[in-house]
């Protein structure tokens, strides 16, 4: 009985080609869930405080700059009073946190509803 290597290498059956679109599957799902979900809920978290904002609220934006709400303007903007008699208009967008939030942060008190200042 004399087989030949090129017999042997066409009677051989692909290993495992199966389980390559399965795995492929379950690397993406994976990725959705810890990555692009969270990241979706984030954003919908930062769009619903910044419509909940309001006037008198003290705010920190997204530059650094730390003020206060003194109007909300029907297009989207509001004017934050960042010192006496120096208010700036910024999309709505730009606001990161509010100053209570942020000193909680700092000092590592967390609560689940934010306080309005």
Not at 20 to 34: A, N, Q, S, T
Request: charged residues 20%; glycine residues 10%.
């Amino acid at each position: 009985m004399t087989t030949t290597f090129a017999s042997v290498i066409l009677q051989a059956q692909p290993g495992g080609g199966a389980m390559m679109p399965i795995m492929l599957v379950g690397m993406i799902v994976v990725m959705y869930f810890f990555m692009i979900r969270p990241q979706q809920k984030r954003a919908k978290e930062q769009k619903k405080f910044t419509e909940g904002t309001g006037t008198g609220d003290k705010v920190i934006l997204t530059s650094g700059i730390h003020g206060r709400i003194v109007r909300t303007n029907d297009d989207g903007t509001v004017a934050v009073e960042i010192d006496r008699n120096t208010t700036v208009t910024i999309e709505r967008a730009a606001i990161s946190m509010e100053m209570t939030m942020a000193y909680q942060k700092k000092n590592g008190t967390n609560t689940t509803t934010p306080v309005k200042a």
